[in-house]
Nanobody
Framework: QVQFVESGGGLVQPGGSLRLSCTAS????????IGWFRQAPGKEREGVSS????????YYADSVKDRFTISRDNAKNTVYLRMLGLKPEDTAIYYC?????????????????WGQGTQVTVSS
């Protein structure tokens, strides 16, 4: 059974940066598409970014475009989410999961169970 482990969250001031890591037991992450999602208090979980199995295709939510970067380190079986220019509205628990893409390729959806996530809090 695949188990995801997210790490790297923390408390940062507005404008700060973090790098989240996603690892998984029982799965080679370079064999599948991976996405980052987040859930803020009182809100539904939403997609943040995804990367295709080959690493050639990435997606970003409009709210994080030009601030967040998703990447892979296949040797470490890890997917990262580099977050710059953090805003209070980025505060949420962040999760990673395998994802599938819609037929038109315009969106993605989770296809695995959720891990514990990692808390990101942006506050002064």
């Amino acid at each position: 059974q695949v188990q995801f482990v997210e790490s790297g969250g923390g408390l940062v001031q507005p404008g700060g940066s973090l790098r989240l890591s996603c690892t998984a037991s029982g799965l080679r992450l370079d064999s599948t598409n991976i996405g980052w999602f987040r859930q803020a208090p009182g809100k539904e979980r939403e997609g943040v970014s995804s990367i295709s199995s080959g690493g050639h295709t990435t997606y970003y939510a409009d709210s994080v475009k030009d601030r967040f970067t998703i990447s892979r380190d296949n040797a470490k079986n890890t997917v990262y989410l580099r977050m710059l220019g953090l805003k209070p509205e980025d505060t949420a628990i962040y999760y990673c999961a395998t994802v599938g893409y819609t037929p038109d390729g315009g969106s993605y959806y989770p296809t695995s169970d959720w891990g514990q996530g990692t808390q990101v809090t942006v506050s002064s």
